[in-house]
T-cell receptor, first 110, second 111 residues
């Protein structure tokens, strides 16, 4: 079993929809939870990170961590075609290395 | 402009040749990382370095080598011992592992 599981998609939604992207994990020692966005043939870009449980909001993006269920989510409100990309979740036990999910490909059509 | 640069963007090599990928950062970050990305497999850590003149193996270090002689630079050599070298290679840097910043990547094709 992989430490971090992420549905590869693709997830296809109309412009303006609310998007929910999710990851599950097996290691309860993870403390830091990150979301990266990667456009085709580019390097990943850090969107948000959360420490421990709870929610964090940044504009149209909300990250949610439920440590009791070992489940994290990224919500995108009012999705735009420019949000079309692959979204990678990543986790860390401490200040050491990251463990990445495989990424979910999102397509937002006009 | 602060950031991470990787060169070249595309690289083609014949099987059996060693090749070195460049990574430079001017963010004054202490740590640097090399990842490999293959379709459907996410990012896998090859090597990382938390300080100059020191580095650690990641999950898939076999067939790769690195050096960290300067804080700004962390080159990766893909040796002929790497069985499946064709991939997208990403370099990252950070001051804390949970806030890594990535370069644009190098796509290596070995035939």
């Amino acid at each position: 079993q992989k430490e971090v599981e992420q549905d590869p998609g693709p997830l296809s939604v109309p412009e303006g929809a609310i998007v929910s992207l999710n990851c599950t994990y097996s290691n309860s020692a993870f403390q830091y939870f990150m979301w990266y966005r990667q456009y085709s043939r580019k390097g990943p870009e850090l969107l948000m990170y959360t420490y421990s449980s709870g929610n964090k909001e940044d504009g149209r993006f909300t990250a949610q961590v439920d440590k009791s269920s070992k489940y994290i989510s990224l919500f995108i409100r009012d999705s735009q075609p420019s949000d079309s990309a692959t979204y990678l979740c990543a986790m860390s036990r401490n200040t050491d290395k990251l463990i990445f999910g495989t990424g979910t490909r999102l397509q937002v059509f006009p | 402009d602060g950031g991470i640069t990787q060169s070249p963007k595309y690289l083609f090599r014949k099987e059996g040749q060693n090749v070195t990928l460049s990574c430079e950062q001017n963010l004054n970050h202490d740590a640097m990382y090399w990842y490999r990305q293959d379709p459907g497999q996410g990012l896998r850590l090859i090597y990382y370095s938390q300080i100059v003149n020191d580095f650690q193996k990641g999950d898939i270090a076999e067939g790769y080598s690195v050096s960290r002689e300067k804080k700004e630079s962390f080159p990766l050599t893909v040796t002929s011992a790497q069985k499946n070298p064709t991939a997208f290679y990403l370099c990252a840097s950070s001051n804390v592992a949970y806030e890594q910043y990535f370069g644009p990547g190098t796509r290596l094709t070995v035939t």
